[in-house]
């Protein structure tokens, strides 16, 4: 037996532009779209590998600089976009391993720009990692890459300045 609402809630959807738009006849059917983007994809990725090297030259390059002054703003910003670049596009291009990795060290970051201590060893962690991993292209186990990300996860555990949930 079908229960009465008890309330008198009405549901309705908005009529917005967006929605104009998005049900407007026209336009490639989806499958369609979707294999073109994912050729596109495809096409990248064959250039992921120098592109992710021409990133590791800027980094070192800034990292240079980040290392003469750790609390200068223009470095860490520079550092933080690029290694965020890499976390952003690691994953879409078929390597996963390089976006963890990238996300941790963007979280080394993050608690330096918050003020905890430089700690040039911890990003040069990060950095070896990624390099190591580009020139193994692939031929990583499974557990290797949980040792590598793993420990990379611990060493941005000690560079965050937030206490642990161990600390209450």
Known sequence: MVQPPKHNAEEFYPDTHYEHMARR??????DKALAA??????????GFIDWLDCQMKELAGVLAELDA?????????HTYRVCGEVRDVGTTMGYAVV???ATTLCEVL????AGAAYEKEM????INALLYVVRAQGNLTQEQIAELTGG????????SI???KDDD
């Open 99 to 101: 976006t963890s990795i």
């Open 110 to 113: 993050d608690s330096i720009k």
């Open 123 to 126: 990003i040069d962690c990060h």
């Open 152 to 159: 990379l996860r611990r060493i941005a555990g000690i560079a």
């Open 25 to 30: 006849p026209g336009g490639p059917e989806r």
């Open 69 to 77: 002054d750790p609390r200068a703003p223009n470095p860490m910003e």
């Open 162 to 164: 937030s206490p642990g």
């Open 37 to 46: 983007a994912q050729r596109q994809v495809d096409e990248m990725k064959m």
